[in-house]
């Protein structure tokens, strides 16, 4: 069977709550290798809620779909404050990107709570603001970053980042409405271990299975090398 954008693929899929510091909570969902304990776990964090973004985002949900199986990756999604999906809607407001803080404390907290083994971060566009001013945490073994626009993550974050130590991968489209290649290589240079990769063709919302595939690949040479390049049939 070949897989296609709408093709789920067996895992333990279990609805989570994360509660955040600020006495918040959030929905979200855990999903797990069927049959034998992940290898790695890939921590979502989704594009601007104000335009649209959610758990649901199509990269995060197929990253759900598929990783589990084909990768042995545990996939853990959930909206940030305000934010709703077809899982439900997360408590508080959109806070841009300053109380959302806490909600990437409470993920990386419920991966701990539940040895969610080798946490990496995910952000697609806001999400990845989130991850290079919020993710610095020791339990963090690096961030993979889809779409970076730069924008509330400054120079400053980038600096801290580079003495953080971890290892950071920034995909970055080639007709990217914010960040493209060439800048994003100028900006990230500033974080010595950053790897910039320039997606020829793909644009911001990484729409077409042939990018999907890119950002999954990339993903899983991260998490669990041994895995890639992932299978097109099952």
Same mark, same amino acid.
């Given at each position: 069977?070949e897989?296609?954008a709408? %093709?789920v693929? +067996?895992?333990?899929r279990?609805?989570?709550?994360?509660?955040?510091?600020?006495?918040l909570?959030?929905? @979200?969902?855990?999903?797990?290798p069927?049959?034998?304990?992940?290898?790695?776990?890939?921590?979502?964090?989704h +594009?601007l809620?104000t335009?649209g973004?959610?758990?649901?985002?199509?990269?995060l949900?197929?990253?759900s779909f598929?990783?589990?199986?084909?990768?042995?990756?545990?996939?853990?999604?959930?909206?940030t404050?305000?934010?709703?999906?077809?899982?439900? %809607?997360?408590? @508080?407001?959109f !806070? !841009?990107?300053?109380?959302e803080?806490?909600d990437?404390?409470a993920?990386?907290?419920?991966a701990?709570f539940n040895? =969610?083994?080798?946490?990496?971060?995910?952000g697609?566009?806001? @999400?990845t603001e989130?991850?290079?001013?919020?993710g610095r945490? +020791?339990?963090? !073994? @690096?961030?993979?970053?889809?779409?970076?626009? =730069?924008?509330?993550? %400054?120079?400053a974050d980038l600096d801290?980042?580079?003495?953080?130590?971890?290892?950071l991968?920034?995909?970055?489209?080639?007709?990217d409405?914010?960040?493209?290649?060439?800048?994003?290589?100028?900006?990230?240079?500033?974080?010595?271990?950053? !790897?910039?990769?320039?997606?020829?063709g793909?644009?911001?919302?990484?729409?077409?299975e042939?990018?999907?595939?890119?950002?999954?690949?990339h993903?899983?040479?991260r998490?669990n090398?041994s895995?890639?390049?992932l299978?097109?049939?099952?």
């Open positions: 069977m897989i296609r709408s %093709t693929l +067996p895992a333990r279990t609805d989570i709550e994360l509660q955040t510091a600020d006495e909570t959030l929905v @979200g969902e855990l999903a797990v069927e049959s034998a304990p992940p290898v790695a776990t890939l921590i979502c964090l +594009p809620p335009h973004g959610m758990m649901d985002s199509h990269v949900r197929k990253a598929r990783l589990p199986a084909l990768a042995d990756v545990a996939v853990l999604r959930f909206n404050r305000g934010t709703s999906s077809e899982r439900g %809607t997360s408590q @508080g407001a !806070e !841009e990107g300053v109380g803080r806490l990437v404390a993920a990386l907290e419920f701990e040895d =969610l083994p080798r946490p990496w971060l995910l697609w566009s806001f @999400g989130l991850a290079l001013r919020w945490d +020791p339990l963090v !073994e @690096g961030a993979i970053l889809l779409s970076p626009p =730069l924008k509330r993550a %400054t120079d801290a980042w580079a003495e953080f130590g971890r290892p991968v920034a995909l970055v489209p080639e007709f409405d914010y960040l493209r290649p060439a800048e994003a290589a100028d900006r990230f240079k500033r974080v010595p271990q950053a !790897e910039v990769v320039g997606v020829d793909a644009k911001h919302l990484w729409v077409g042939p990018y999907v595939r890119i950002v999954l690949d993903i899983v040479r998490l090398p895995a890639v390049p299978p097109t049939e099952v």
